[in-house]
């Protein structure tokens, strides 16, 4: 039973990563026309030096994934990823430990990291944890229709699945 549910969330999720990468726009870096003093090693010629929001929107030019990298005005030695998704301008903190990264998810390069938020950004939020909690009592509902062994297998429900979701790449 367990083996046929992962073929099917297998399935399931490859549709909808492909569906994913179908839809969302392509990356595509901005280029600074100028050599810029003080750009970090690790940044590329995407990075536009200490410029305003407002700079970087025009900059973009309402071309759907198109990012550029900026030196925040407000608070300069942080760094700033500009992206134009959803006909808005997105902006992200930037940091690098040797991999950038927004939040805990590392890459390395920018054109990964930017891929990947234009792939998550435009569904609905939900991590393998959230994916979990909605998805775990359908694909594994107990035997018993008891509402108490209900309620007491949601959780073990809700973790099989944030555990088949986070390491797909190994168990598939």
């Known amino acids: 039973m367990l083996m046929c549910m992962c073929a099917f969330t297998d399935c399931i999720f490859s549709l909808a990563v492909y569906q994913l990468q179908q839809e969302a726009p392509r990356p595509k870096r901005i280029i600074c026309p100028r050599e810029v003093e003080n750009r970090p090693k690790y940044y590329g010629r995407e990075f536009h030096g200490i410029i305003s929001r407002?700079?970087?929107?025009?900059?973009?030019?309402?071309?759907?994934?198109?990012?550029?990298?900026?030196?925040?005005?407000?608070?300069?030695?942080?760094?700033?990823?500009?992206?134009?998704?959803?006909?808005?301008t997105l902006n992200y903190r930037l940091f690098y430990d040797g991999k950038h990264f927004v939040g805990e998810k590392r890459?390395?390069?920018?054109?990964?990291?930017?891929?990947?938020?234009?792939?998550n950004e435009k569904e609905n939020f939900m991590n393998a944890e959230n994916l979990g909690i909605v998805f775990g009592p359908t694909l594994m509902r107990p035997p018993e229709e008891s509402t108490l062994a209900t309620l007491n297998d949601m959780r073990y429900q809700k973790l099989i699945v944030q555990i088949l979701i986070e390491n797909e790449d190994v168990l598939f």
């Not at 990298?69 to 407000?74: A, C, D, F, G, M």
């Not at 890459?107 to 792939?119: A, G, K, Y």
């Open 54 to 88: 407002e700079q970087a929107d025009e900059l973009l030019g309402g071309a759907e994934g198109a990012y550029i990298l900026r030196e925040s005005q407000r608070q300069p030695g942080c760094y700033t990823l500009a992206l134009r998704f959803g006909n808005q």
């Open 107 to 119: 890459f390395e390069s920018i054109h990964d990291l930017v891929t990947d938020v234009t792939l």
